[in-house]
């Protein structure tokens, strides 16, 4: 299974982007997923994660309120809408796949990991 991830690109800050973690195949719907995102010379941090079916999602305390994760089973695929970008939202996105069906905050909880799609976000 791969993973490929969208919707990366520039914006102003208070400005809004929604990327997509498409899945290649199964398995998709029996396993959580997860957001992370990487700043030049900073560690990969968890950003948001959602369980299989969607019912339970928990947030990084610096996006709570700004970010959105949700899943589309059918298309095999993961969205993260970001709304009230701040400079320091700007990083490398990742999504990643989850070991279980429900995903944790944990980096070595996931077993499958996206390319990374580049967010900027200018003052």
């Known amino acids: 299974v791969q993973l490929q991830a969208s919707g990366g690109g520039l914006v102003q800050a208070g400005g809004s982007l929604r990327l997509s973690c498409a899945a290649s195949?199964?398995?998709?719907?029996?396993?959580?997923m997860g957001w992370f995102r990487q700043a030049p010379g900073k560690e990969r941090d968890f950003v948001a994660r959602i369980s299989y079916a969607g019912g339970t999602t928990s947030y990084a305390d610096s996006v709570k309120g700004r970010f959105t994760i949700s899943r589309d089973n059918a298309k095999y695929t993961v969205y993260l809408q970001m709304n009230s970008l701040k400079p320091e939202d700007t990083a490398v996105y990742f999504c990643?796949?989850?070991?279980?069906?429900?995903?944790?905050?944990?980096?070595?909880?996931?077993?499958?990991w996206g390319q990374g799609t580049q967010v900027t976000v200018s003052s």
């Open positions: 990643a796949r989850a070991r279980g069906p429900i995903a944790t905050e944990e980096r070595y909880d996931y077993s499958v």
């Open positions: 195949g199964p398995p998709f719907s029996t396993k959580g």
